[in-house]
C-alpha cells in the first residue's frame, strides 16, 4: 500500500513531511544544540547565530526545547493511535465472529465508552494511575477507540457475510484464515484513514493537554509547552509562537492527507489511478461447436 | 457405503429463517437424492428454495429438522470443527450464481484457485501450480489471467474460475447455483459446455435454476421446487413431455426455451390457480 500510496503527489508530500517528523522525534534530543533546560541570562532574545529561534522567558533556546519535545509529542500520538487499535479494532473484527454473547458485551461497553464525559473521565483516570503522559494518552486512546471499533465492525459485517468468504468456508477455512485472508484487508483501508486521522488528533490532544498542562510536567519540553510558554509573552515576541504551531500544523495536516492518499489509493477507484493500466485478457481458444 | 447409495440424500429437510414472530418456513420437508456421476436439475420460480436447499446441503445455513448425507457420512449436526475437517476433503463443492461476488476483490485469481488446496494442506507450492494449471486448461483460460483480480475480468471467465475454484479438489459432486443466469448467451454457452464435459468425466452436478429450459439439455433427472417442497422428481425427459403435478406443467409451459409449446395465458392462470399448495 505504501507503493500505491507513494504514486500519488498528495501521498509522497504526506510522507515526506511524516519522515521529517520521524527523524525529528528519533533524532531530535541528541541534535539539540543546548540543554533544554538550561537557562541563560539572555530571556526573551531574538533569533541569532548561537539561539537560531531565540530564546524563552527564562533564557531556554527554543529550538533546543522544540527538537527535545518532538519525542515526547510524536510517541504520544503514536501511542493514542495504537491504544485506539488494540482496544477498538481488534474487539471490532472479533464481534462479528465470536459470537452473539461477546457481541452484545462489546456493543455495550463501546456505547458505555461514547457516553462517558471526557473530562470526568480524564480526572478519573489521572486519580486513579497519576498524572503523566502515559495516563493522559491512554484516556484519549480509550475514549476514541468506539471509532475504531465501529469502522473495523462495520467493513468487518459486510465482507462476512459475503460470497467469497461463504466459498472459503466451503474449501474449509477456519475463523483466524478468513479474518487474515479476506477480512483484514477490507478493514484495513478505513481502518487506516481513521488511524490517520487519529494520528493527527492525538498531536492535537498531546500539544493542547501539555498547553494546559495535563500529562507532562514543566520544565520537561514538548511542542504544545513551547507554544504555552510562547503566547504568554506574546506582547515582546509576536513572531516566537509561530514556529511551534507551524509544527503542530504541518504534522496533523501530513497525516489528514495521508488520510485522504490511504482512501484514494485503496477501493476499485484507487486501483485503477495508481495501477499501471492492463490490456484486457485475450479471449481463450474457442471451440467450435 | 454401497456403490449405489446416494452421494447426497436430503430427507425431509426443514428450514426456518428468521426469529420468532418473523419466522418464515424456507423448506417444507424436502427430499432428494443424487446418485454418483448423474446430473440433477432443481428447478423452480424465485423464493422456492432452490438457494437454501443447495445452501442447507453443505451447511451454510442450519436446518431445523430432517437430515442431509453425504458420502454414507450424516452431516446434520456436525460441529463446526467437524465441518470444517469435512469440507477440507473437497467432497463437495458449490458454485455461486454471482462469480464477482464469490471471488474475493482483493486476491489475485491465482490465489483464489489455490485458497483449497492450501487449506487441505496436502500439496507443496508446484504441485498447487500444476494442478491449477490443469484446471485452468478444463475451463478453458489461459495462465495469465493467475495474476489479475476478479474486476480485471469478463464475467464468463469470471464463472469459469468460479468452476475451476470448485474442481480443484477433485470433488465428487458440485452444486451449481444459477451458475450461467447472470450470463450473456455466448457465455453460457460456454459454461454450459464445460459442465456438460464435466459431467462426461463422471462428476456428480446439481443444477439449479428458475428455467427448465437451460436445465433440459444438461441433467438426466429434474426435481421441480414448489413453495419449500420437492413436488416432483423425474428423468428430464419425463418433466418436460408428461409432466405430472400442476406446477411442473405450468413451469414446462412457461418455458420460453423449451420445444414443446407454450401455453396461452388463459391456461397458465388456470394452472396457477390449481396449483395452489404444494
Known amino acids: ?289 | 457405503m454401497s456403490p449405489d447409495a446416494p452421494l447426497l440424500q436430503v430427507a425431509d429437510l426443514d428450514v426456518h429463517y428468521g426469529s420468532r414472530r418473523s419466522r418464515t418456513q424456507a423448506l417444507h420437508g424436502a427430499s432428494l437424492d443424487v446418485f454418483r456421476g448423474e446430473t440433477v436439475g432443481i428447478i423452480g420460480e424465485t423464493g422456492s428454495g432452490k438457494s437454501t436447499l443447495a445452501r442447507a446441503a453443505v451447511g451454510l445455513i442450519s436446518v431445523s429438522g430432517g437430515s442431509v448425507t453425504i458420502g454414507g457420512e450424516v452431516v446434520t449436526g456436525f460441529s463446526d470443527r467437524k465441518w470444517r475437517d469435512f469440507r477440507r476433503r473437497g467432497v463437495v463443492q458449490l458454485v455461486f450464481q454471482d462469480p464477482l461476488r464469490s471471488l474475493d476483490p482483493d486476491n489475485t485469481i491465482g490465489a483464489s484457485l489455490a485458497e483449497p488446496l492450501i487449506l487441505q494442506g496436502r500439496a507443496s507450492r508446484s504441485e498447487i501450480a500444476d494442478v491449477i494449471r490443469t484446471h485452468l486448461a478444463r475451463v478453458r483460460l489461459d495462465e495469465d489471467v493467475l495474476d489479475r483480480l476478479p474486476g480485471e475480468l469478463s464475467g464468463g471467465q469470471r464463472q469459469r474460475v468460479a468452476v475451476a475454484r470448485a474442481l480443484v479438489t477433485g470433488p465428487e459432486l458440485v452444486i451449481l447455483d444459477e451458475p450461467v443466469s447472470a450470463l450473456d448467451s455466448a457465455n453460457r454457452v460456454q459454461v454450459l459446455e464445460i459442465l456438460a464435459d464435466l459431467r462426461a468425466s463422471g462428476v456428480a452436478l446439481v443444477f439449479i435454476s428458475h428455467d427448465l429450459g437451460s436445465v433440459a439439455g444438461i441433467t438426466d433427472r429434474v426435481a421441480v421446487l414448489y413453495q419449500g417442497s420437492v413436488v416432483e422428481v423425474d428423468v428430464t425427459d419425463a418433466i418436460v413431455n408428461r409432466p405430472q403435478h400442476d406446477y411442473t406443467r405450468l413451469l414446462v409451459g412457461s418455458a420460453p426455451t423449451l420445444a414443446t409449446g407454450s401455453l396461452d395465458r388463459a391456461r397458465r392462470d388456470e394452472l396457477r390457480s390449481l396449483v395452489g399448495a404444494p
Open chain 1, 1 to 289: 500500500m505504501v507503493r500505491r500510496i507513494a504514486r500519488l503527489r498528495s501521498g509522497r508530500l504526506a510522507l515526506g513531511i511524516l519522515l521529517v517528523v520521524l527523524v525529528l522525534a528519533v533524532f531530535g534530543p541528541a541534535l539539540a544544540p543546548f540543554d533544554p533546560l538550561a537557562g541563560t541570562d539572555a530571556a526573551l532574545a531574538g533569533p541569532s547565530a548561537d539561539h537560531w529561534l531565540g530564546t524563552d522567558y527564562l533564557g531556554r533556546d527554543v529550538l533546543s526545547r522544540i527538537l527535545a519535545g518532538s519525542t515526547v509529542s510524536v510517541l504520544g500520538a503514536v501511542q493514542v493511535a495504537l491504544i485506539a487499535l488494540v482496544v477498538g479494532a481488534v474487539p471490532g473484527i472479533l464481534s462479528v465472529y465470536l459470537g452473539r454473547s461477546f457481541e452484545w458485551l462489546s456493543l455495550r461497553l463501546v456505547d458505555t465508552l461514547i457516553a462517558l464525559p471526557f473530562l470526568v473521565f480524564a480526572v478519573a483516570v489521572t486519580a486513579l494511575l497519576g498524572n503523566g503522559i502515559p495516563q493522559a494518552m491512554f484516556t484519549v486512546g480509550i475514549l476514541v477507540s468506539p471509532v475504531f471499533y465501529r469502522v473495523s465492525r462495520a467493513a468487518a459485517l459486510t465482507v462476512s457475510r459475503s460470497q467469497y468468504v461463504e466459498a472459503a468456508l466451503l474449501s474449509g477455512a477456519s475463523i483466524g484464515w478468513v479474518v487474515r485472508k479476506h477480512v483484514w484487508a477490507k478493514v484495513l483501508p478505513p481502518l487506516s484513514i481513521a488511524l490517520a486521522t487519529t494520528m493527527g488528533a492525538g498531536f492535537v490532544v498531546v500539544s493542547s493537554l501539555t498547553f494546559l498542562g495535563i500529562g507532562v510536567q514543566p520544565p520537561a519540553p514538548t511542542w504544545g509547552g513551547v507554544l504555552a510558554s510562547e503566547l504568554q509573552y506574546l506582547s515582546y515576541q509576536p513572531w516566537a509562537p509561530l514556529v511551534p504551531t507551524v509544527l503542530i500544523m504541518l504534522t496533523v495536516w501530513a497525516f489528514n492527507l495521508l488520510a485522504d492518499a490511504v482512501r484514494d489509493v485503496t477501493g476499485e477507484a484507487g486501483r485503477a489511478l495508481t495501477r499501471p493500466v492492463t490490456t484486457p485478457v485475450a479471449p481463450v481458444t474457442q471451440r467450435t461447436a
